[in-house]
Protein backbone atom coordinates (compact mmCIF):
# COMPACT_ATOMS: atom_id res chain seq x y z
CA UNK A 1 0.00 0.00 0.00
CA UNK A 2 1.01 3.02 -1.58
CA UNK A 3 0.58 6.43 0.70
CA UNK A 4 1.23 10.34 0.41
CA UNK A 5 1.17 12.82 3.05
CA UNK A 6 1.23 16.43 2.05
CA UNK A 7 2.56 19.08 4.93
CA UNK A 8 3.36 22.57 4.92
CA UNK A 9 0.43 24.22 2.98
CA UNK A 10 -0.72 27.38 4.86
CA UNK A 11 -1.83 30.87 3.98
CA UNK A 12 0.84 33.16 1.93
CA UNK A 13 0.84 36.52 0.83
CA UNK A 14 1.33 38.08 -2.83
CA UNK A 15 4.78 37.82 -3.68
CA UNK A 16 5.46 35.42 -1.32
CA UNK A 17 6.77 32.08 -0.48
CA UNK A 18 5.96 28.53 0.83
CA UNK A 19 7.45 24.90 0.64
CA UNK A 20 4.75 22.11 0.17
CA UNK A 21 6.54 18.72 1.11
CA UNK A 22 4.90 15.29 0.20
CA UNK A 23 6.31 12.26 2.07
CA UNK A 24 6.00 8.46 0.96
CA UNK A 25 5.81 5.33 2.33
CA UNK A 26 4.82 1.49 1.41
CA UNK A 27 5.06 -0.25 -1.71
CA UNK A 28 3.31 -1.70 -4.59
CA UNK A 29 2.29 -4.85 -4.84
CA UNK A 30 5.66 -5.41 -7.27
CA UNK A 31 7.56 -3.84 -4.57
CA UNK A 32 8.23 -0.73 -6.16
CA UNK A 33 8.82 2.41 -4.07
CA UNK A 34 8.92 5.91 -4.07
CA UNK A 35 12.75 5.97 -6.16
CA UNK A 36 10.92 4.15 -8.53
CA UNK A 37 8.43 6.47 -9.16
CA UNK A 38 7.59 9.48 -11.65
CA UNK A 39 6.38 12.24 -8.92
CA UNK A 40 4.00 14.89 -10.05
CA UNK A 41 1.85 18.25 -8.44
CA UNK A 42 -1.08 18.99 -9.38
CA UNK A 43 -3.32 21.30 -8.06
CA UNK A 44 -7.38 22.36 -7.71
CA UNK A 45 -9.11 25.86 -7.03
CA UNK A 46 -12.30 26.60 -6.01
CA UNK A 47 -14.58 26.09 -8.97
CA UNK A 48 -11.83 24.81 -11.28
CA UNK A 49 -10.27 21.75 -12.87
CA UNK A 50 -7.62 20.09 -11.48
CA UNK A 51 -4.75 21.18 -13.56
CA UNK A 52 -0.72 19.59 -13.93
CA UNK A 53 2.48 22.20 -11.88
CA UNK A 54 4.85 20.34 -12.00
CA UNK A 55 6.93 16.66 -12.18
CA UNK A 56 9.82 15.06 -11.66
CA UNK A 57 11.51 11.70 -12.76
CA UNK A 58 13.02 9.26 -10.35
CA UNK A 59 16.82 11.15 -11.56
CA UNK A 60 15.65 14.18 -10.74
CA UNK A 61 14.69 15.79 -14.16
CA UNK A 62 11.86 18.08 -13.91
CA UNK A 63 9.55 19.60 -16.16
CA UNK A 64 6.72 22.25 -15.19
CA UNK A 65 2.97 23.79 -16.62
CA UNK A 66 3.93 27.59 -18.18
CA UNK A 67 2.10 28.91 -15.53
CA UNK A 68 4.64 28.51 -12.78
CA UNK A 69 8.37 28.02 -14.74
CA UNK A 70 10.47 30.11 -13.49
CA UNK A 71 8.70 30.94 -9.89
CA UNK A 72 7.87 27.47 -8.68
CA UNK A 73 10.71 24.68 -8.25
CA UNK A 74 10.30 20.80 -7.82
CA UNK A 75 12.43 18.38 -6.45
CA UNK A 76 12.82 15.02 -4.25
CA UNK A 77 14.89 13.70 -1.86
CA UNK A 78 14.96 9.66 -2.61
CA UNK A 79 17.08 8.91 0.47
CA UNK A 80 13.82 10.72 2.55
CA UNK A 81 11.46 9.33 0.29
CA UNK A 82 9.93 13.11 0.09
CA UNK A 83 8.99 15.43 -2.53
CA UNK A 84 8.68 18.94 -2.43
CA UNK A 85 7.66 22.09 -3.86
CA UNK A 86 8.68 25.50 -3.25
CA UNK A 87 6.11 28.34 -4.24
CA UNK A 88 8.06 31.69 -4.82
CA UNK A 89 6.18 35.25 -5.93
CA UNK A 90 3.40 33.28 -5.55
CA UNK A 91 -0.12 35.32 -6.88
CA UNK A 92 -3.92 35.37 -6.12
CA UNK A 93 -4.15 32.87 -9.06
CA UNK A 94 -1.66 30.07 -7.01
CA UNK A 95 -3.94 29.72 -4.26
CA UNK A 96 -5.72 25.83 -4.71
CA UNK A 97 -5.22 22.86 -3.34
CA UNK A 98 -1.76 20.94 -3.90
CA UNK A 99 -2.13 17.77 -4.64
CA UNK A 100 1.15 15.15 -4.81
CA UNK A 101 0.71 12.17 -7.12
CA UNK A 102 2.63 9.44 -7.85
CA UNK A 103 2.67 7.41 -11.12
CA UNK A 104 4.21 3.97 -11.03
CA UNK A 105 4.86 3.79 -14.35
CA UNK A 106 7.71 5.78 -16.81
CA UNK A 107 5.68 8.37 -18.04
CA UNK A 108 8.08 11.54 -17.96
CA UNK A 109 6.28 14.40 -19.61
CA UNK A 110 2.69 13.22 -19.33
CA UNK A 111 0.91 16.18 -17.39
CA UNK A 112 -1.91 13.73 -17.04
CA UNK A 113 -4.07 13.01 -13.68
CA UNK A 114 -4.96 9.47 -14.91
CA UNK A 115 -1.23 8.68 -15.52
CA UNK A 116 -0.89 9.30 -12.05
CA UNK A 117 -1.64 5.86 -9.69
CA UNK A 118 -1.27 7.41 -6.10
CA UNK A 119 -2.48 10.46 -4.67
CA UNK A 120 -2.38 12.40 -0.96
CA UNK A 121 -4.94 13.97 0.56
CA UNK A 122 -4.21 17.61 -0.39
CA UNK A 123 -2.56 20.59 1.09
CA UNK A 124 -4.29 24.02 1.37
CA UNK A 125 -2.59 27.31 0.44
CA UNK A 126 -4.76 30.07 0.41
CA UNK A 127 -3.32 33.58 -0.49
CA UNK A 128 -4.54 36.79 0.91
CA UNK A 129 -2.56 39.87 2.09
Known amino acids: QVQLVETGGGLVQPGGSLRISCTVS?????????????MGWFRQAPGKENEFVAA???????YYANSVKGRFTISRENAKNTLYLELINVNPEDAAVYYC??????????????????WGQGAQVPISG
Open 56 to 62: ASREGSR
Open 101 to 118: AAARANRYGTRKRDDFDY
Open 26 to 38: GRTVSGRTFTDFL
